[in-house]
Structure formats: structure tokens, C-alpha cells
Antibody
């Protein structure tokens, strides 16, 4: 049974940093591309970043490029999101999602339950 | 990057058929996938690709595509289908970008 468990969310001041983690189990983590998707409270889904199965390819949404960095450690079955220079508009639930293949398809067969990041002074 | 457009809200009478649409240039190149999200829960995939349903998704859910429009049809809507529905696809301009529609709130009357 696939499980994705996010952690690392919390309240942080504007301009500070935070690192999110997503612990994966129930599947061969190193065989799948992974994504972060966020959702501001009461708003729609926004794609944030993708990383290929081996970490060799990655990309980020324009809204976070240069501030957020996606990474993974296949030896630990864990996905990460390093978030720097946080802004109030980054406040959202952050979900990790498993892609269907080793490279990006955009089909998310599995999602975590999300972790809430609140950027506030 | 590309943009996907959805109607913000749609309603359907119990047992009737409803179609939720998603429009965007990227859909000329890539199939959409559709996600159902109920309050306080993570999204769930209901349709992907041409018209593929994951196991556990009722067969009243189906997908179709024409030109720049993808559609999710619920045939015989049930009360438990009331939820937000989102489409997404790969971006047709940037190779590794994904785009989501703004979402459609479905109300079952």
C-alpha cells in the first residue's frame, strides 16, 4: 500500500526558510518521478515542482523558482522541498504526489495528506 | 506557461448527468487528468489519459477530449460526488512544467 507522509510544515516569518519532507513507502521510490503541489486555504491546486526518478531532471513553477528547490534521497525513500525567502503568498498546504512513471507525465496516482506552511510575522 | 480554464461552479440534480470541462492549448498536445477533492481531504485521481479510471473509481466517471477541451462526465451523479474537481496537464511550452485548472465546485441537488 502506497504511503506518502509529509512533514516539516509550521509557522515561519517572512524571509525565513523551511524544509519539507515526504517519506514514501509501499512502492519502489527510486522508480518514480515525484512532485510538490500546493493549495492555499480555500483556493485551488497549484503545481510547484517536479523531480525525475533519479534526480537528474527537475523544474519549478515560476512563482517559486530561485527560492524553492526540490530534491530527493532515494536511499532514504524521501522527497524534500527546501523553501527560502518565504513570502505570505507561500502560505498553503503542501502535498507530495507520485507520478505514474519515472519521468513526468502529470498523472498523480497517489498523494500525501499534506503539511501546512503558514508564513506570518 | 499554458493555462487551463474551468467553470468555477456547476450543479446537477441527483441521478442526472453532468459534464465538467477544461480548456487550454496544452490539451491539444497532452491528455488531461482529473482529480476529485472533498473538504479537508487530499485530491484523488479519477480519470487520466484518454479515459482511464483507477481501480475503485466508479464507472459513472468518464473522460473525453476534443481539440483544446477535456471533459469529465459523471453519468448518474450521486450525493457523494459533490466535491471540487481539478484538471491538469503537462505544459505544451515548457518541457517539465505541469498546469492545473482553477477547479470546478460540483453541487449535487
Amino acid at each position: 500500500q502506497v504511503q506518502l507522509v509529509e512533514s516539516g510544515g509550521g509557522v515561519v516569518q517572512p524571509g525565513r526558510s523551511l524544509r519539507l519532507s515526504c517519506a514514501a513507502s509501499g512502492f519502489t521510490f527510486s522508480s518514480y518521478a515525484m512532485h510538490w503541489v500546493r493549495q492555499a486555504p480555500g483556493k485551488g491546486l497549484e503545481w510547484v515542482a517536479v523531480i525525475s526518478h533519479d534526480g537528474s531532471n527537475k523544474d519549478h513553477a515560476d512563482s517559486v523558482r530561485g527560492r524553492f528547490t526540490i530534491s530527493r534521497d532515494n536511499s532514504k525513500n524521501t522527497l524534500y522541498m527546501e523553501m527560502n525567502s518565504l513570502r505570505a503568498e507561500d502560505t498553503a498546504f503542501y502535498y507530495c504526489a507520485r507520478d505514474r512513471r519515472d519521468i513526468l507525465t502529470g498523472y498523480y496516482d497517489d498523494w500525501g495528506q499534506g503539511t501546512l506552511v503558514t508564513v506570518s510575522s | 506557461s499554458s493555462k487551463l480554464t474551468q467553470d468555477p461552479a456547476v450543479s446537477v440534480a441527483l441521478g442526472q448527468t453532468v459534464r465538467i470541462t477544461c480548456q487550454g492549448d496544452s490539451l491539444r498536445s497532452f491528455y488531461a487528468s482529473w482529480y476529485q477533492q472533498k473538504p479537508g481531504q487530499a485530491p484523488v485521481l479519477v480519470i487520466s489519459g484518454k479515459n482511464n479510471r483507477p481501480s475503485g473509481i466508479p464507472d459513472r466517471f468518464s473522460g473525453s477530449n476534443s481539440g483544446n477541451t477535456a471533459s469529465l462526465t459523471i453519468t448518474g451523479a450521486q450525493a457523494e460526488d459533490e466535491a471540487d474537481y481539478y484538471c491538469n496537464s503537462r505544459d505544451s511550452i515548457a518541457n517539465l512544467i505541469v498546469v492545473f485548472g482553477g477547479g470546478t465546485k460540483l453541487t449535487v441537488l
